[in-house]
């Protein structure tokens, strides 16, 4: 199927929507996270349906390092009459940052940096030599949980266990080609289901893997045991992590090449606000953030809401906003936890209707990117990552009615 053929040309568009459009605010979720990466969803057909179940009109696939799931995405969309947003996700190393010690959006490591990138072509493009740097990094990523996998087998060699871990067992059977340390978890966690019938004898066996730690989570809890798994043995101090290698990771200007060069926008995921209401060494403040953005030539910044209070997103999403920034929300949904596709803040405190109208207009702005890239070569910002600033309203009003022709027809 030939996606964009199901639109007609913007002026037809523009003039459809002053008869049909009907103002209202759609819902909108920009960052999704499915099993092309690694994802709480078993398939793209039940985020899809979760999404229509919960009135979501807008949905964006955010795949680390892949763009494999674009075309399941668009057909499962156009099937479901919600629109998608074509998005990729990078983690990214900006060296400068990494010799000040500054923490930017990974909280643990100075100078590494996750990166999106908002709107992509469709159909997928990247040209070399940024295609095989790609394919680099997904090899580097894919060897480091494979020699992972083999140092979690020697811990269970060693106490004994009575199984192992098969690496490509796990790729072919619970991945589309990219493998995570969260499929390791997710391997032995079921490992352990199949081997131990009592609930006594699995956390024997956990409190032995885990070096006399017990388990805290409930047996029963799959997402949490997993998250348990991993941060016990997998992350740094576990007794099977390996370190990535420098070559699993691109310098930050690259990424933000690469995005380009895929006809997206480069964007900023911001942690913001923790438990504790800290940010990071370069997430505070605002007005500092926005100027180093400008700086990396980044016009475009996004927030997993449920990580934030509603305040500090009002604060932030406003303020990114008001200065020309467009700015999406989302749920990653790339861990076990299965949550609503509907987006909510911290606490499962409901979103306030300016969030919800920033996410929509943002959403907007990219959907008519993706539109205008696809039909003309060239949409909301130009190939070196400068904005339209002045037509930000047009690309407004023509991505509604795209998203509304879409829902309708």
């Not at 969803?41 to 229509?52: E, P």
């Not at 200007?253 to 606000?273: N, Q």
């Given at each position: 199927?030939?996606?964009?053929k199901i ?9 459809w929507?002053e ?7 759609r819902?909108?979720?920009?960052h999704m996270?499915t ?10 057909s ?6 229509v ?6 949905v964006?696939?955010?795949d680390?390092y892949?763009?494999d799931?674009?075309?399941e995405?668009?057909?499962g969309c ?5 629109f ?12 400068s940052?990494?010799s000040a ?11 590494r940096?996750y990166?999106s ?8 493009k990247?040209?070399?030599p940024?295609?095989s740097k790609l394919?680099s ?18 811990v269970?060699?060693n ?7 098969d690496?490509?067992?796990i790729k072919?059977?619970m991945t589309k080609g990219m ?5 390791l978890a997710?391997?032995?966690?079921k490992?352990v289901?199949e081997?131990?019938v009592t ?17 805290k ?6 997402a949490a045991?997993?998250?348990?798994i991993?941060?016990?043995l997998?992350k740094?101090g576990?007794?099977?992590?390996i370190?990535e ?9 690259m ?12 964007t900023?995921?911001f942690?913001a606000?923790d438990n504790n209401g800290?940010?990071?060494d370069?997430?505070a403040p605002?007005?500092?953030v926005?100027?180093m953005?400008?700086e990396?030539?980044i016009?475009s910044?996004?927030?997993?809401t449920?990580?934030n209070s ?5 604060e932030?999403a ?11 929300f989302?749920?990653e ?5 299965m949550?609503?596709?509907e ?11 300016l969030l919800l ?11 008519a990117?993706q539109?205008l890239?696809a039909n003309?070569?060239?949409?909301y ?8 600033l002045d037509?930000r309203e047009?690309?407004?009003t023509?991505g509604k009615a ?8």
């Amino acid at each position: 199927m030939d996606f964009w053929k199901i639109f007609p040309a913007k002026e037809e568009l523009l003039k459809w929507y002053e008869e049909h459009g009907d103002g209202q605010v759609r819902l909108v979720n920009a960052h999704m996270h499915t099993p092309y990466s690694f994802s709480a969803f078993t398939d793209i057909s039940q985020a899809l349906d979760m999404a229509v179940n919960e009135n979501i009109k807008i949905v964006g696939i955010n795949d680390f390092y892949t763009t494999d799931g674009y075309e399941e995405w668009a057909n499962g969309c156009a099937e479901r009459k919600i629109f998608p947003l074509f998005n990729i996700e990078y983690i990214s190393l900006n060296s400068s940052d990494q010799s000040a010690g500054i923490k930017v959006n990974d909280p643990n490591n100075p100078g590494r940096t996750y990166l999106s990138g908002k709107g992509l072509s469709f159909p997928p493009k990247l040209e070399e030599p940024y295609a095989s740097k790609l394919q680099s990094v997904l090899h580097e990523t894919n060897l480091q949980v494979q020699a992972m996998c083999a140092k979690l087998n020697d811990v269970l060699a060693n106490m004994s266990a009575g199984f192992s871990l098969d690496y490509e067992e796990i790729k072919s059977s619970m991945t589309k080609g990219m493998v995570r340390e969260r499929h390791l978890a997710k391997a032995l966690r079921k490992k352990v289901s199949e081997n131990f019938v009592t609930t006594s004898e699995k956390h024997v066996f956990y409190k032995t893997v885990f070096g006399g730690k017990e388990l805290k989570s409930d047996i029963g809890d799959f997402a949490a045991v997993e998250n348990e798994i991993r941060g016990n043995l997998l992350k740094a101090g576990g007794a099977a992590f390996i370190a990535e290698s420098p070559e699993a990771f691109l310098d930050m200007e690259m990424v933000c090449r690469m995005i380009l060069e895929s006809g997206g926008i480069p964007t900023y995921p911001f942690l913001a606000d923790d438990n504790n209401g800290n940010f990071t060494d370069f997430e505070a403040p605002k007005e500092r953030v926005i100027e180093m953005l400008r700086e990396r030539n980044i016009c475009s910044v996004e927030f997993i809401t449920t990580r934030n209070s509603v305040a500090v997103l009002e604060e932030y999403a406003e303020y990114f906003s008001k200065n020309g920034f467009v700015v999406t929300f989302g749920s990653e949904h790339n861990t076990p936890a299965m949550e609503p596709i509907e987006l909510f803040a911290r606490k499962s405190t409901p979103l306030s209707p300016l969030l919800l109208e920033i996410n929509y207009e943002g959403a907007c702005i990219t959907a008519a990117h993706q539109y205008l890239v696809a039909n003309e070569g060239l949409g909301y910002i130009d190939i070196e990552g400068k904005p339209d600033l002045d037509s930000r309203e047009y690309f407004t009003t023509l991505g509604k009615a795209i998203i509304e022709y879409i829902t309708k027809n």
